[in-house]
């Protein structure tokens, strides 16, 4: 299942290359472009500021958080001792989901008013959530170590 994850996203961003929505984009000391941020050997969305470097997977997950100063990944990934970790609360009948493996759809990435920020859209089928749509962002601003994520929609359908 995961290969079929991968093959979406590479398929995809093939075709958003061809449509000139990969290339890197760099303003106001800000860059979002793509790298392996956590050396598994995939391109995660990774973003940049003067303090921080975000990586983001294609579940539209944050995977990796740096931060100037801090000598080790402020994520928890895998007990390792991070300060964070971005999950969203399940049913108990949902939780034997993976969640991290459910593909989003990558809505936008912008930099703007000194901020970068990447948007994606998950829509939610499992029985006891299905119809819920969620929609996560990132941003991290030029001037500072403050980085924001929310939640900027979750909607019935």
Known sequence: RMVDVRARF???RRETQAEGNT???????????????????????HITSPEQELGLSRSGVLVSWNVSGHKKDLVNRFGDGGVCMDQIWWPKSARQLDVNKIESELLSRKIKDGRASVTFRR????????????????????????????????QSH
């Open 123 to 154: 829509p939610l089928d499992h029985w006891t959530v299905g119809g819920l749509v969620i929609e996560k962002t990132y941003s991290i601003a030029a001037d500072g170590k403050r980085s924001e994520e929310h939640t900027s929609e979750l």
């Open 23 to 45: 290339a890197v984009l760099k303003a106001a000391k800000l860059t979002i472009g793509w790298k392996d941020t956590i050396g598994d050997g995939n391109a995660q969305i």
């Open 10 to 12: 590479d398929r995809r």
